[in-house]
Every structure is written in C-alpha cells, then in structure tokens.
C-alpha cells in the first residue's frame, strides 16, 4: 500500500461549526450595529475573517477588522466550549486509521490556531496530527494553494504525495493549483470536482487514500 500525507480542512469537513460560527458573526456583528442575515453569512463561510469583515463593513480599517474578527472568534470559542462538538460520520475512524496505517496527517484550515487548537481539545483528535496550518501561518487564502503547501512541507511530503480532503469548491480549486489530489466531501450541496467526490466520509471505500496516490 502507497502511504503519503493528508491535509484534512477542518470547517465542514471533520466537523460541522456551521451554527457556532453563525451565531458568532450574528451576535458580534450586531454589537457592531450591522444586522446580519443568514445567507450572507453563508456566501463567505470558509473565508478568512480579512476578507470577510470588509464585505459587511465597507471601508473598514485594519484595526477594526482585528477588532471584530477577535470578539468573534472569542465568542466562537465560548460556544465550541460551552455546546460540544462530534467529529462528523467517518472523521474520527478514517483519521485514526490512517494514523494507524502510517499516514503523515496535517489540519490545513484557514481558521485562527486557537479555534483549531479548541476544536481538537473537544473532539480528542489532537494526537492523529503531525501538524496544524491555521490562519497565522499564511498571508494568502484558499484558494490560493498556500495553506496545502505549507501543511504538505511541514510534513515533508511533495504535492504528489499529498491528498486533500475538503467540503469547499474554494478549498478543492486550491488542491488543484498545489498540485495534489483531492477528496470532495459536499454534504449538502452539488458534487465537488475533485479527484474522489462522496456526501461523506463514512462513504468512502476502504482503499480511497491509497488509490489516489497510485
């Protein structure tokens, strides 16, 4: 069997923050008197808060976009703590496999290290990952390839050797231009165009990993 490294995206696809981070920009943009609905909400979730912040307050400066982003986070944080969080269908078994299997395993993810440090704690992952890219560790964004490239190096393993499994086209598009080949898990939405695309990770077949780095 060919072993090589995964880059997990953590958001929407080893677990599902969805309504924490919702309720988190709700109550943190209101506080800034910027009512916020759902649906905008969803057309940035996966964006990195630089990019977000901008769209709802037009002109912001880059102090206030720290500012916002921070509360935002914090209370994000509180909810993760305070409401628990599952790893979704199939995270736990296949991260805990492939570790077993010798897999390298990194958390490629465009949110801040806290946030992914918090959400590792709750679902007692940790110890699976030789590695955690967050939101400090680039300056570019999906999908931009930055944020793989930099999880596959610090595992020491080429672009070829690297698969990434992520819920987002942004995320799949960033793959693409690293290089790597890709895992899609949509659970709600259209199939992602990547090199393996299922509704869950529960779907996939036993030798889906191996199969891609052949």
Known sequence: ???GAVLWDLDGTLIDSEQ???LAWRDTMAAE?????????LKTFGLRNDAIIPQWIPGASVEQIDRIANAKERLYRRLVSEGG????????????RLASDGWRQAIASSAPRENIDAVLA???LGSVFQAVVSAEDVTLGKPD?????????????TPVQSIVVEDAPVGIEAARRAGMPSIGV?????????????????????DAFSRLLK
Request: glycine share 8%.
């Open 145 to 157: 390839p930055q944020v793989f490239l930099t999880a596959a190096s610090r595992l020491g393993s």
């Open 33 to 41: 008197g910027v009512p916020l609905t759902h649906p905008q909400f």
């Open 20 to 22: 924490y981070h919702w």
């Open 1 to 3: 069997m060919t072993i």
């Open 122 to 124: 709750v679902i007692g």
């Open 85 to 96: 969080l599952a790893p979704l269908p199939g995270a736990a078994e296949w991260t805990k």
């Open 186 to 206: 949509s659970r709600k939405g259209p199939q992602l165009p990547a090199d393996l695309a299922v509704a869950s990770l529960a779907d996939l077949p036993p």
